[in-house]
């Protein structure tokens, strides 16, 4: 059985995702049912058999498995020691019904880079704050997917497009505390979500996410020099809380805001060629 501290679920403010589930089952056996949501699975450690369509099927080797709509499946342990997954379930706004007759002949992809993207994923619909960065990741996992599903219809990478990467650094400079979906911003800028991403990163060499966080973290540094402290200017510079603040600033400063505001020297005093 499965104790409760082994399962956790939420419903992150990221369009297209209606749910996300992480399990440690040793011993539960799922029974037949649907959902009518497209069920994008990865498996951490052991492994999962289902029949899909009735069809046996099965998660070996660090699987990316993708289970349609309104198509009966199951679920149970392959392996002694359980399974250890963790499931995102997206609405058909990511994927259309038309993929539905594909997924059911192919449900189970090995692709290190989509599963690597899954991952990140998760990463990202785990913390609140990050929504931007879980829709981008999104929109290039939908992409993928797409890709394997129908690979005679991928169209091939897209070249760079100054225009529509230069509109959304300024959409983002301009959004810096209050933010932007990316489906606000591909209707802004009068490009699809996907072409997005992918232009942005082409043409500055960051995603649109870390952009938006690296120009947030250059803001309260500024502050926390002027004297500001860091609970005060965490949500104003458009962080969800301190915390949040914490984690991304560690990242990109290597040490927490609290700890640079007391070792900072206000700009006048600062020794000639010590950088901020």
Known sequence: MVSPQEVSAWRPQVRGVVEVFHAHFTEHAYPMHVHDVWTL????????????????????????????PQVPHNGSPATPQGFRKRVVYLDLSQLDEGLIGPAV??????????????GQLHAALAQRGDELEAESRLALIGE????????????????????VAHSLRELLDERLSHGVTLDDAAKLVHAHPTH?????????????HQYLMA????????????????AEVATEVGFYDQSHLTRHFKRFVGVTP???ARKARPTRGRPRGEAA
């Open 41 to 68: 699975l990865i498996v951490d450690n052991g492994a999962v058999r289902y029949d899909l369509n009735r069809r046996e099927c099965g998660t070996p080797n660090d699987t990316v498995s993708l289970l349609p």
């Open 144 to 163: 993928r997917l797409r890709g394997h599903l129908r690979p005679r219809l991928a169209a091939p990478p897209p070249k760079t497009d100054l225009g």
């Open 196 to 208: 997005l991403v992918r232009a942005f990163s082409a043409a500055f060499g960051i995603a649109p």
């Open 105 to 118: 002949d192919h449900p189970d992809m090995v692709d290190p880079l989509l599963r690597r993207r899954i």
């Open 215 to 230: 120009r947030r973290v250059d803001h309260v540094r500024r502050l926390l020099l002027d004297g500001r402290p860091p």
């Open 258 to 260: 609290g700890r640079y």
